[in-house]
């Protein structure tokens, strides 16, 4: 669902820098994005590409020892410098997040009616009875069976799908207008995988909330994203509409990623190709681009500078000093 106006995330130059005892380490490094309301935008990249970082520092989610700058505008406000008491109201508020291990957001010491309704009463003061009614609502609308027995439940005694469900039930409970889904299904099995996907899409369908998943599964990502940004090393490499990075892809490493050197052939690829190598290190960056010792286009001007992210047509970005050439090259049209 694609839709016009201001956007409901703008962010701009988002650097988290980890100060570690061997060195600074930069885990996310200019990142850019906007997302409008209702949009799916999809986060693809290698692991330790910096994906959950930017997710976690959006959410101001961070932890401490990182050092985080830039921009972050979401719903009118600026979330970087906002105090933490009305961040707290944006967070599980008009902003939540799902996680891959529901433990993460899940207390295993409260029931899980109890863990809704604090989430419910921490950002409207409803009576407690009130509360509690609409957790089991919130329950039953996830498709948790009993909810008013499982409402009193703790969370070891949900099963993992259903702890997922119950995870989501918690983040949808003040009817967020942006969720963040951080490989929500990955520690699932592959059925219950599925019913996790269809149940978030059925929640972003019925609040009209914007997503951004971050995922492996790029048939998950061909199923449900507006646009898809692909990271590596920190960076954004490219970004565009779906079909623009999985037929129009003009990033080296964007193809190399999707298994499309040198032809995108199919949607059917399940997850992302294994590319020859090892992802930059983050501690002692090299010069110019980070993909150039595993990039099969390589060239000396690569090793010079950093390529910018530069504008291939409108709404699609490309950080390739190649990307000129790569227009209408393979990939299928
Ligand atoms: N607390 C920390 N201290 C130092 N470095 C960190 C810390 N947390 C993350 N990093 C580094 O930041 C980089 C990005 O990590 P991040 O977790 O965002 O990767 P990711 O893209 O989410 O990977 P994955 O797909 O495996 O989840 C990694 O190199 C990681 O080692
Ligand atoms: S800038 Fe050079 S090394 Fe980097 S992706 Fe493009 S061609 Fe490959
Ligand atoms: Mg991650």
Redesign the pocket.
């Known amino acids: 669902m694609r839709q016009t106006g201001q956007p409901l995330l703008e962010v701009r130059d988002l650097n988290v820098t980890f100060k570690t005892n061997a060195g600074h380490v930069r885990a996310a490094s200019d990142i850019s994005m906007s997302v409008r309301a209702g949009e799916t935008l999809s986060i693809v990249g290698e692991s330790g590409s910096g994906k959950s970082v930017t997710a976690l520092a959006i959410m101001r989610l961070h932890p401490r020892s990182a050092d985080v700058t830039g921009s972050v505008q979401f719903d009118g406000q600026d979330l970087l410098t906002l105090d933490e008491e009305p961040m707290r109201a944006v967070r599980g508020g008009t902003m939540a997040m799902i996680f891959q291990d529901p433990m993460t957001a899940l207390n295993p010491v409260f029931t899980v009616g109890d863990q809704i309704v604090e989430m419910i009463r921490a950002h409207e003061k409803v009576p407690k009875r009130i509360a509690h009614d609409r957790a089991v609502e919130m329950l039953a609308s996830v498709g948790v069976p009993e909810p008013a027995r499982r409402a009193k439940q703790y969370p070891h005694e949900f099963s993992g799908g259903m702890r997922q469900r119950a995870m989501i039930a918690m983040a949808i409970a003040n009817s967020p207008k942006l969720l963040i889904a951080d490989e929500p299904t990955t520690a699932l099995d592959v059925t219950i995988q599925a019913q996790v996907i269809e149940l978030i899409k059925e929640v972003q369908k019925a609040t009209g909330a914007a997503l951004i998943l971050i995922t492996h599964d790029l048939g998950l990502v061909a199923g449900v994203s507006d646009r898809v940004q692909v990271m590596y090393g920190s960076r954004v490499m490219e970004t565009g509409a779906l079909d623009d990075i999985f037929y129009r892809s003009v ?3 964007t193809r190399a990623l999707l298994g499309s050197i040198p032809d995108v052939s199919s949607r059917t690829r399940d997850r992302l190709k294994a590319i020859p190598g090892s992802p930059p290190s983050l501690l002692r960056p090299i010069s ?2 980070p ?2 010792p595993r ?1 099969e ?3 000396d ?2 090793a010079e500078s950093l ?1 910018e992210l530069a504008v291939v047509e409108p709404g699609h970005w490309s950080r ?4 000129e050439e790569l227009i209408g090259v393979g990939g299928v049209k």
């Not at 390739?320 to 990307?323: A, F, G, L």
């Open positions: 990033n080296p490493y110019g681009c993909f150039r990039c286009m390589a060239i001007r690569c390529p390739c000093h190649r990307s």
